[in-house]
């Protein structure tokens, strides 16, 4: 069976946190690298023997050529698999439309799994009808895939009752929590020991919930070794390159080099599943309103506590039964030393069981084969795992001189790591092909014998702007007669941009005469009026 799955990469797959950064507007985690915890977990339940899985690299939800990725799909795969997170919320509007569409064109069976809504704290007592156009999109939404799969597999209840006020009963909807609870299976271990108010806990905060500020302010002086753990791309690029998030007023909220956490080095951003369990494993207490950096807690065998201040949150920790409270606002919650003696983890402990059980009976039904089924493990891929090592965690510019070398000698022209570099990065494994212009062949082409008109790749909003590494048809040895400037210039015409910066990498030439090279090449490309979008990606490369 080969599946499409709805993923940035897949597990195996390591990533510098600039190549993570980089690729693409969104990075390669969507975002926010919560949605890691969740794609993993799936994947590797999915993992059988005779399944082959591909990300798609969230190339679907992006997808400007629907009628390719019908095709594509159609003839390739046999299902595809999409975890899904928050995605039934105003500003997810545009992309369930992009995917309602690209479902309705499909002919093999879709499944989704843990999908919720994005609303008020108070939508348990009924949120439906606020936002008309939000709510005849998701109806399309779910509409589509229940044409393609038995059941939705949605968060929890708020979610169902929700969808079921839009027409969609138990029938259709099954509540089967989030994916990331389930990577170890049905039980869960917590420890919870003696909290040491001078002992390692980690803490995290959404921006936007209420008193965020004042929360992280008190923590870290409450617990002076604390570690605030973040999980968005702004926050990455704080970490990595020192951007400060935009629109941030509070001053105690880490958005500027300036913050102190960031100053004294206790700020993380994990980039692996793996590292950010691990890194749990060894604090005492994870508090927060962040409900993935409590999962990577709790999977961890630490205790947990979820501050829900809006549906998701809450959703999500009454499901798993995670210790939480409603909050209007950070400030309501008691000091962390009360939260965690009144927190009870045998319910969530319990939950875990049922829970487990639900999901696994979900993907049954919608012909999902799974590792927990008989003779269907896949002992040597978890084996593979293991043996991956991972990028540690991103910490601020200067925390960790090995890393702030590291990130410098990434930036150099011309230095050392430059052309080891350009190897680094990432190309989605299935991914819809770039547009294409055609114009005049150029002169180079013409002294080659080809006169057929040149192509250019024009990058769109979905791609990276550095370029991914990738060959395409040919190898670039079968041009090896042509003088090396002219080989250049014929696969600038024939193939992808990135090919011809593999092939300028790979020459057996010194650095100097490969930017000789290169120069030669953009005079070339200027005589045949190009438009100066490779002149300024070449000249990055020397």
């Not at 919560?34 to 999915?46: C, K, V």
């Not at 939705?152 to 509540?175: N, Q």
């Not at 990130?407 to 294409?436: C, K, N, T, W």
Request: charged share 20%; with cysteine; glycine share 8%.
């Amino acid at each position: 069976m080969r599946l499409l799955v709805r993923a940035g990469k897949m597990p195996e797959t390591t990533l510098s946190a600039e190549v993570s950064e980089g690729f693409r507007p969104w990075g390669i985690f969507g975002n926010n690298v919560g949605n890691f915890l969740f794609s993993e977990s799936l994947i590797r339940a999915l993992h059988t023997p005779d399944t082959e899985i591909v990300p798609d690299s969230f190339g679907m939800e992006n997808a400007k050529n629907i009628g390719w990725w019908a095709s594509s799909i159609n003839n390739g795969f046999d299902a595809v698999v999409l975890p899904m997170a928050n995605a039934f919320r105003s500003d997810w509007m545009g992309k369930l439309n992009c995917m309602t569409a690209l479902i309705r064109k499909l002919k093999v069976p879709v499944v989704v799994v843990g999908i919720g809504a994005q609303q008020p704290l108070d939508a348990d007592t009924g949120h439906i009808g606020a936002n008309p156009r939000l709510d005849a999109i998701v109806k399309g939404f779910v509409s589509a895939v229940l044409e393609k799969s038995a059941r939705i597999g949605v968060r929890g209840e708020i979610t169902a009752s929700y969808l079921e006020a839009l027409g969609f009963g138990s029938e259709h909807v099954e509540a089967i929590g989030c994916p990331s609870m389930y990577v170890q299976g049905g039980v869960l271990n917590i420890d919870k020991r003696p909290l040491d108010s001078e002992g390692p806990i980690a803490f995290n905060t959404a921006r936007s919930a209420r008193g965020a500020g004042d929360f992280i302010k008190h923590v870290s002086e409450e617990f002076p070794n604390s570690d605030f753990v973040c999980q968005t791309i702004e926050e990455l690029r704080l970490l990595l390159w020192g951007d400060p998030i935009r629109g941030v007023k509070d001053p105690n909220i880490i958005a500027t080099t300036q913050h102190q956490l960031y100053k004294e080095g206790r700020v993380r951003f994990f980039l692996d599943p793996s590292t950010w369990i691990s890194f749990m494993k060894e604090r005492q207490f994870s508090i927060g309103t962040r409900m993935h950096g409590g999962f990577a807690a709790i999977l961890a065998g630490t205790p947990a506590f979820i501050g829900c201040f809006d549906s998701r949150t809450l959703e999500l920790s009454r499901f798993h039964a995670v210790p939480h409270q409603r909050i209007a606002s950070l400030a309501d919650l008691p000091p962390v030393a009360d939260v965690y003696e009144s927190a009870d983890f045998g319910p969530t402990v319990a939950a875990q069981r049922d829970n487990f059980s639900a999901y696994l009976r979900f993907l049954e039904e919608n012909g999902l084969q799974h590792v927990w089924m008989p003779g269907m493990a896949d002992p040597s891929y978890e084996e593979l795992l293991s043996r991956v090592v991972y990028p540690t965690a991103v910490e601020p510019l200067g925390a960790n001189m090995d890393a702030l070398v590291s990130r410098i000698a990434y930036l150099r022209e011309g230095g050392p790591d430059s052309q080891a570099r350009a190897s680094e990065y990432y190309v989605a494994p299935f991914a819809e092909p770039l547009p294409e212009t055609t114009s005049a062949p150029s002169k180079t082409a013409q002294a080659a014998g080809d006169s057929s008109p040149s192509v250019s790749r024009v990058p769109n909003s979905g791609d990276t702007a550095k370029p991914q590494l990738q060959d395409k048809g040919d190898s670039p040895r079968e041009l090896g007669q042509l003088p090396l400037v002219d080989q250049l210039a014929a696969l600038l015409k024939s193939k992808p941009f990135e090919a011809v910066l593999k092939l300028a990498n790979g020459a057996q030439h010194s650095l100097d005469r490969q930017t000789e090279l290169l120069e030669e090449l953009l005079g070339l490309l200027a005589s045949s009026h190009n438009d100066g979008r490779y002149t300024e990606n070449v000249t990055g490369q020397q």
